[in-house]
């Protein structure tokens, strides 16, 4: 746009043709001193100021987009009309009472595992980082050991854990002192076993996440913060964090929307969350396709609500980090009707 | 200046470094260097490169700990306390407080980037100190007008020049109230048509009463404000005095060589 501004108003007395020679030429007749910052007197240009401003066309972004629309149209008109997809099975399952049931149940899994996971995921990135070699190689160690077990087989040993020891006891160790004792398979339901699989599983996952986005904050930001005297835990949650979260958020969105799919590997403990339940069924109506359908679409608009989460969020932890925000999807739609829609019509 | 500073500024800010001694591993970084800053004096130290001024710097207020020697601020100990003949470490709390006190600012600004200018100001004296955010803004906005930068209090770090950044970084470290101010080669990451507006600040300050340490290699402007050039180099201090003598008279062949290399011939009187 300024660009285009600069030409108009440079070469706007002569014809196009014109070369920076002629001008200078011209600038001598006249008796100045000829230089490339002195132009020689011109006549007064055309004022082109309320003249509209044309894009130039972009004839292959409309090809583009036409193929991407044909082959969208496309699928749309063979999921609609292909009568396999049972679309009214999926449509009479999807809000029925046990598959919200199941559904919650996932989101119940989903919530606990991943605030207690990132929880302890922090908490093990700090143990990782600290000085002491006895807090960090616990800590390496619990990452070693829960990133390289199956996931399933971590949630049948949990489940199982009844067998491994029959009671447990929170007493003092090493001594006869139990404050109290619990036959083990009471303790660990189904539910209880879900929750500590995929909670440790994701703790060990995130506790890298955290401690690369807090490795990714400039030493000179804590080293500034000790110079003003702010506290420790202080220089952590408002100095280091905040900053740790941009480079954190991205790849945590990606765990969390893992979880909520990976909560579905519960299903070997008979729990009842959202792909249990739908198995239950299809097993007994045979409506295979039609259910796992209802399954998915419920991941899809479980993920989908998170990525809107996620944009917010990153754009909030974005704060400083760029001159300028980008715009929202919703101001970038009112910017194109206000100003776009206009120079249109005036074609 | 807020009430509570009522006392005589000058009798504030005395800074007493004593034999003090520094190692990376096996390379000796500060060598026993021992210096007397008065209060509301004006030290510039000058030095070639690596020769430890930095480590100094850090080691006064306790962001490096010394192998050996101390350091006393108004006759206080530095992060430490005597107990029979040991010097004990403070802990984490009082070393804080201890370096509220003492202001630094660095060559890379280290501003909160996350933060607009006005929170970077107004942080520290909220949480280290204990006033009120209404009062921390209030000071912060009237130190933000004093280095030029009232208006664009409500910026974020990115959205201002290296100067203006670095006016920032001043008016954070003042907001504190210290009794001395650390500088780092406070103008050494800025583009030339931006050190003056750095340097008028600190000149300001230098008037103020307030003790300041400045490590620099802008030696006009050493000549102006300080009362001390120290010249460093190895980890010794090799030589020090008034600006006069020291720049046109200096006794030791070492700081003569040194400013031959960054004093432009024009400049020698
Ligand atoms: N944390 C550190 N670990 C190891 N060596 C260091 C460290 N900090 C500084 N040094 C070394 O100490 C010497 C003095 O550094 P510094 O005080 O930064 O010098 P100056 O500020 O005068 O350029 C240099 O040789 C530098 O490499
Ligand atoms: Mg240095």
Redesign the interface.
Known sequence: MSSAATKVSQSAPEPASAAPGTAEAAAGTAGRVPGPTKPGPRKPATDYADYSLVSAPRPWRWVGTAVVALGLAAVAWSLATNPRWEWDVVGQWFTAQSVVKGLLETLKLTAISGVLGFVLGFILALMRLSASPLLLSVSWTFSWIFRSTPLLVQMLLWYNLGYLYEKISLGIPFTDIRFFEVQTTTLISQFAAAVLGLTLNQAAYSAEIIRGGILSVDQGQLEAAAALGIPAWRRSTRIVLPQAMRAILPTAFNEIIGLVKGTSIVYVLAYSELFYTVQVIYNRTQQVLPLLLVATLWYVVITSVLSVFQYYIERHYSKGAVRTLPLTPLQKARKFFATHAPVRSLR | MSTATAAPETTRGLVEITKVRKAFGATEVLKGISLTVEPGGVAVIVGPSGSGKSTLLRTI?H?EKVDGGFIAIDGELVGYRVRGNRLHELR??DI?????E???V?Q?F???????ALENVA??PV???GRSKAEARERGLELLDRVGLKDRAGA????LSGGQQQRVAIA??LA?DPKILLFDEPTSALDPELVNEVLDVIRELAKSGTTLIIVTHEMGFARDVADTVVFMDQGQIVEQGAPKDIFTNPQEERTRSFFSKVIEPAFNI
């Open positions: 207020n962001l984490e709390k804080l407080k201890q370096r509220t003492i202001g630094m660095f890379n280290n501003l909160f980037p996350h933060l607009t942080e520290a949480v280290a100190q974020y770090p990115r959205q954070r470290a504190l």
